[in-house]
């Protein structure tokens, strides 16, 4: 009995090993010599800031089509992806009911003379924008050169708040942030992994989010087998560098709802699809030249990227 209940539970453990083993997928990148992809981008938020009992009421919706084309990886590995801007369209809503819209198929069109005119002239540069990502033998970025290239016109002053979201470093670990997104091993059904990314703001603010990606099997699509993997953000948290001109004196923002999906294409290795949505609320205090204010934040973000 003994013997027998043994040899049943060596079979059972070889045919769940051989089972899972079947069930497993490789999600891994791929970037072939030459090829080029265009993603159409859409990116809205919504934002309420109420300080000192004041609502501060800001939001946009963008959409930007980019192309990326492939290089021919050099014998040490190398490989050089160039991005180019295609086209942006958007429309932006700042604080006191401002309205801005811009077209990147009509850059020059006459401005509505605000004190928020400096809004215009960044997406003006923006849409000229080429940049180069290097990887190497391992794909992983190991440069982001140029980004900043399309900005070097704009007064000093633009330049300086824009700083530290054209870092190179910063831009080099971001584009490292979005590949981990893809785990680059063999998983099963229902195999989750956590990786935390920070969102450099403007004038030295940063939101640093903690994600959660589960692989939840297969999907066929115009006859290809997609990686369905879903995402939820579980914590933020927000901070100012230390030479931002505000600090945080605390914040206490928690996530209220939170969804999101990658579809990718395993036999291509590259993102087809994706949204992702995160809304976060709570309270914080700002300390701004000397003077503290309480408030409340109420921001809602929205994603979507889809290859054409």
């Given at each position: 009995m003994i013997r027998g209940f043994c040899l049943t539970t060596i079979i059972t453990l070889i045919l769940s090993f051989a089972t899972n083993a079947s069930a497993?997928?490789?999600?891994?990148?791929?970037?072939?010599?030459?090829?080029?992809?265009?993603?159409?981008?859409?990116?809205?938020?919504?934002?309420?800031?109420?300080?000192?009992?004041?609502?501060?009421e800001s939001g946009s919706n963008q959409t930007l089509t980019i192309?990326?084309?492939?290089?021919?990886?050099?014998?040490?590995?190398?490989?050089?992806?160039?991005?180019?801007?295609?086209?942006?369209?958007?429309e932006i809503t700042l604080p006191g009911g401002t309205e801005l819209e811009f077209d990147s198929a009509d850059p020059d069109a006459d401005p509505p003379g605000t004190q928020f005119d400096f809004v215009l002239d960044i997406f003006k540069a923006t849409a000229k924008s080429t940049w180069t990502v290097v990887i190497d033998n391992d794909n992983r970025v190991v440069a982001v050169e140029d980004r900043d290239a399309a900005f070097k016109d704009l007064p000093q002053n633009l330049q300086d708040a824009m700083k530290g979201q054209l870092d190179p470093e910063y831009l080099r670990q971001a584009a490292?942030?979005?590949?981990?997104?893809?785990?680059?091993?063999?998983v099963v059904k229902g195999e989750s992994w956590e990786l935390t990314n920070t969102m450099r703001l403007e004038s030295g603010q940063n939101l640093t989010f903690t994600n959660k990606y589960t692989y939840l099997g297969?999907?066929?699509?115009?006859?290809?087998?997609?990686?369905?993997?879903?995402?939820?953000?579980?914590?933020?948290?927000?901070?100012?560098?230390?030479?931002?001109?505000?600090?945080?004196?605390?914040?206490?923002?928690?996530?209220?709802?939170?969804?999101?999906?990658?579809?990718?294409?395993?036999?291509?290795?590259?993102?087809?699809?994706?949204?992702?949505?995160?809304?976060?609320?709570?309270?914080?205090?700002?300390?701004?030249?000397?003077?503290?204010?309480?408030?409340?934040?109420?921001?809602?973000?929205e994603n979507t990227t889809k290859l054409k």
């Open positions: 497993q997928v490789t999600l891994k990148y791929k970037f072939p010599d030459g090829r080029k992809s265009t993603t159409e981008t859409t990116m809205k938020s919504k934002q309420i800031l109420t300080l000192a009992g004041t609502d501060l192309t990326t084309v492939n290089g021919k990886r050099g014998n040490d590995g190398r490989l050089s992806i160039k991005s180019t801007i295609n086209a942006i369209k958007a490292n942030d979005e590949l981990d997104k893809i785990p680059g091993k063999a297969n999907v066929e699509k115009d006859g290809k087998k997609l990686a369905h993997i879903s995402v939820i953000t579980t914590n933020v948290d927000y901070s100012a560098e230390a030479d931002s001109p505000l600090t945080v004196v605390e914040s206490n923002l928690k996530v209220v709802e939170s969804k999101g999906k990658i579809l990718f294409d395993v036999a291509g290795g590259q993102v087809v699809a994706s949204d992702y949505k995160v809304r976060i609320k709570g309270t914080l205090t700002l300390e701004v030249m000397g003077n503290e204010l309480p408030g409340n934040l109420d921001l809602m973000m």
